[in-house]
């Protein structure tokens, strides 16, 4: 039996105000820059979105934990149509607040080969309408969205002339949130009238942000909390961020399990698996950003990233080490230690073959540390996680560089899956994945 996977602070920082002069505490604060969000997709900006030809206003068909989520969806109608007949709706992934429809449209819709149309508008040129579903809090609770999911598939089936089947799917979180609500309209007995559901880089298994980063995120917060906006730490602790990541931690002094560290995760897949894990009627289509072939990023396992030494202040943040037991990956020094961190039994997930994200990049930037572009990203969605490998959720560790090649059809819970020709920023347009996905609406 594997050992569970685990971090020990080995020394606390929850005295270091009271530890340190007000000048250390502040030149700790400076040194990890400036607060913002490090760990999501940044929004699309470059040009402007069509206007929707619809929006609907959405609201979860029933409550979560006392919350009800509300959301909108924007309605491309396919060229020539003048009212919903092929419904394709795709759902936003994580970040924090509200949607930008328009800045998903953008990121769907980018030019991703010269002289060929986007994505989008390829799909509206095939005659399908795509909707956009959007959430007012994308950091909420998966089953709360999932909730406005459904209210948007009961409103496109209402809405559609004709009785055309639905696509319904989403990208990276959005991915998460349709299989449940599909799932639990199937549990429930609501006809979800879905022919193919699909997800595009969807961390079916969890997701990865280095724990070392969450630490920072938090320790950062406790010296110097966010005063314009949420900060990092807001993100790492939302509900949607504890269901989704593999392994998680609540604050910089937690020492414990981290893959069953949050109560919200171990709920939400028992959730899932009374809904029935998968939906059963669709024909359930996967892409990943990540390369099938079981080879990664060149991230040495334990490598510093920063190590940063400024008269007697040492702050250091290493690549996360493979396997092994007190495997250091963070320290914070003034002369002497005042914070360190160690994982045991931790896979090496920075360098795994999947959806990249730069927040190594970005903490260096907020930082203002000059940075090896070859460590700016690391793996955020592995590869074996996007494809919904047929594993248990808290344990897949061991299959991180898994060759893919000739996956048997029992080892995967989709009926068809892509992976990009190499590891692609996580949720990006690749022509392997786009013509891949296209030609299985083909005939649709």
């Not at 005295?15 to 502040?26: H, P």
């Not at 990023?297 to 702050?315: A, E, I, K």
């Not at 070859?374 to 490998?389: D, E, K, Q, Y």
Request: aromatic share 8%.
């Amino acid at each position: 039996m594997s050992q569970e996977p685990r971090i020990d602070v080995e020394a606390k920082a929850e005295g270091i105000e009271g530890t340190l002069s007000a000048d250390q505490v502040q030149r700790i604060a400076d040194a990890l820059g400036r607060q913002g969000v490090w760990f999501a997709t940044p929004p699309e900006r470059d040009g402007q979105a069509p206007r929707a030809d619809l929006v609907w206003d959405l609201v979860g068909d029933e409550p979560y934990q006392g919350h009800t989520a509300t959301g909108r969806a924007a309605v491309h109608l396919a060229e020539g149509h003048t009212a919903l007949s092929r419904p394709l709706i795709i759902a936003d992934g994580f970040n924090h607040g509200p949607s930008d429809l328009d800045a998903l449209w953008l990121h769907l819709n980018a030019p991703y080969q010269k002289n060929v149309p986007g994505f989008l508008d390829q799909l509206r040129m095939m005659g399908i309408d795509v909707v956009l579903l959007g959430f007012d809090e994308r950091h909420t609770y998966i089953q709360a969205n999932a909730a406005v999911a459904v209210t948007c598939v009961l409103r496109a089936i209402e809405e559609r002339r004709g009785d055309d089947p639905l696509v319904v799917g989403g990208v990276s979180m959005g991915g998460m949130i349709t299989r449940y609500a599909l799932a639990r309209m199937e549990s429930e007995r609501l006809d979800h009238q879905t022919d193919k559901y699909f997800s595009y880089d969807t961390p079916h298994l969890g997701a990865w942000i280095p724990l070392v980063l969450q630490q920072l995120a938090y320790l950062h917060e406790s010296i110097q909390p966010a005063s314009d906006g949420p900060g990092q730490a807001d993100l790492i602790r939302s509900p949607a961020a504890q269901q989704l990541l593999w392994a998680w931690v609540e604050n910089e002094n937690y020492s414990g399990p981290v893959t069953t560290a949050s109560t919200l995760r171990t709920g939400f897949l028992d959730d899932l698996r009374r809904v029935g894990w998968f939906p059963m009627r669709p024909y359930k289509l996967g892409m990943a950003n990540g390369i099938g072939n079981g080879t990664g990023p060149v991230l040495p396992p334990g490598t510093p990233v920063f190590d940063l030494r400024h008269d007697s202040l040492q702050l250091t943040a290493r690549i996360q080490p493979d396997l092994g037991e007190l495997q250091n990956v963070g320290t914070v020094r003034f002369g002497g230690p005042v914070w360190t961190s160690a994982t045991s039994h931790v896979a090496a997930f920075d360098g795994a073959p999947g959806g990249t994200l730069d927040s190594w990049g970005r903490l260096a930037d907020a930082m203002g540390l000059p940075i090896d572009n070859a460590l700016r990203a690391g793996c955020f969605v592995p590869v074996v996680s996007a494809v919904a490998l047929a594993r248990d959720p808290f344990q897949w560790q061991a299959e991180l560089y898994r060759d893919l090649s000739d996956l048997p059809k029992d080892e995967t819970f989709l009926d068809a899956f892509c992976c990009d020709l190499g590891n692609s920023a996580h949720s990006s347009v690749s022509p392997t994945l786009v013509e891949w996905f296209l030609e299985q609406l083909a005939g649709w």
